[in-house]
């Protein structure tokens, strides 16, 4: 039997309220905004007694970048549900199969987006962090905050003469991009495990190694930060490497951001600039690069679309899945075997995004 639903995942939306300036980093919005649908299509192997699927959905937090209008699904499954990430207010779709057979589903979501901007000029550092923002000095399983990583960062602000929140900030940003490297070699978007990073002395990997770094760095140096893990949806606008349109079933990426009291949330992505770095063949200092260095401190491209921060995740405890280090891509086991999310082939799933045009709600 074929099964529709809908959903609206997002509460009031922000083109209905004003948004606070402190919230979301007194941004500037700029009038570049697109429209997509992004799409999941799975089919999972017909064998085995059940099967369980679970897939990031776009943030519903809406915010004047990027906000969401809702998710659909269609397909086989016995049972289905939008969702919430355990331990977070993010959004997920779970769907799963009590008997062996095809199993399919496709699920949608249509999400706006703004490229971002944050006018760092107008910090004064003024006012304090509120409550619920201090979680994220907090550490992780992956992303400490004491040990070497403290050692690290202390080291970091000590020889910048950083003093303010976002002077450190910078200092810690300045570093990863100095010191990292972006590792083909890793698998999907790396792990995120700073401190083996720096007991080894190995720099190298992906967005989820290096704004891992960072977040972890500026953390220790007593600014909040947090990872944002997302996917690509659409071609940059300046930087073809920094893109993806279509099928972008392995698009997936992770961002950060840091918050400055009485300021708000600033974007920032240092993995791009080292990304840029290798795919053009360019040293750290050429121009190209330098100048995505000073963009991605403050601002994001909105080619891409934030799925959620959490870190440590159990989807389910009775799944083979574990604890994940963070959710960012598709999730599922076929009878208590766990298919592999990196490899989209073999768990037989394609993740679509198509550009719509004069759709939806304007914000």
């Known amino acids: 039997m074929k099964r529709r639903d809908f959903i609206k995942l997002a509460g009031v939306s922000a083109a209905l309220f004003p948004v606070a300036p402190s919230v979301f980093g007194q941004e500037v919005i700029p009038q570049r905004r697109h429209t997509y649908r992004l799409t999941y299509k799975i089919d999972l192997p ?21 906000f969401s209008q809702g998710s659909v699904w269609s397909g086989n499954a016995d049972i289905a549900r939008f969702d919430n990430v355990p331990g977070t207010t993010s959004p997920m779709f779970y769907g799963e199969w009590r008997g062996s057979g095809p199993r399919t589903v496709s699920v949608s979501s249509v999400v706006k987006t703004s490229d971002r901007f944050v006018d760092l000029s107008r910090y004064s550092e003024r006012g304090a962090i509120p409550s619920d923002i201090k979680h994220f000095l907090q550490p992780t399983k992956h992303i400490p905050v004491d040990g070497i990583v403290r050692k690290t960062a202390l080291s970091i602000v000590k020889e910048a003469n ?3 929140p976002l002077q450190k900030a910078q200092a810690v940003y300045n570093w990863v991009v100095d010191n990292s490297y972006r590792d083909p070699a890793a ?52 930087h073809k490497s920094l893109g993806q349109s279509d099928d972008v079933s392995t698009a997936q990426h992770c961002r950060a951001e840091f918050y400055l009291a009485g300021l708000g949330w600033v974007p920032v ?34 080619n891409w679309v934030a799925f959620n921060h959490g870190r440590d ?21 076929v009878s208590g075997h766990q298919q592999d999310s990196l490899e989209p082939a073999e768990f037989t799933y394609k993740i679509v995004s198509l550009q719509l045009v004069g759709t939806g709600i304007k914000f």
Request: hydrophobic share 40%; with cysteine.
């Open 46 to 66: 017909a064998t085995g007694k059940k099967a369980r699927l679970w897939l990031p959905l776009p943030d519903t937090n809406d915010t004047p970048h990027q």
């Open 269 to 302: 992505d240092p993995a791009d600039v080292r990304q840029l770095a290798l795919d053009e063949n360019l040293p750290i200092t050429h121009p190209r690069v330098a100048e995505l260095r000073e963009k991605l401190f403050g601002s994001w491209e909105m």
């Open 313 to 333: 995740i159990t989807l389910a405890r009775d799944s083979v899945l574990g604890e994940l280090s963070f959710f960012m891509y598709p999730q599922a086991e």
């Open 162 to 164: 950083a003093q303010s």
């Open 187 to 238: 698998r999907g978007c790396g792990r995120g495990d700073i401190k083996s990073m720096l007991e080894s002395g190995n720099l190298g990997g992906k967005s989820a190694d290096l704004n891992a770094l960072f977040v972890g760095l500026t953390r220790a140096a007593g600014v909040p930060a947090r990872d944002h893990y997302g996917i690509r949806i659409d071609e940059s606008a300046a």
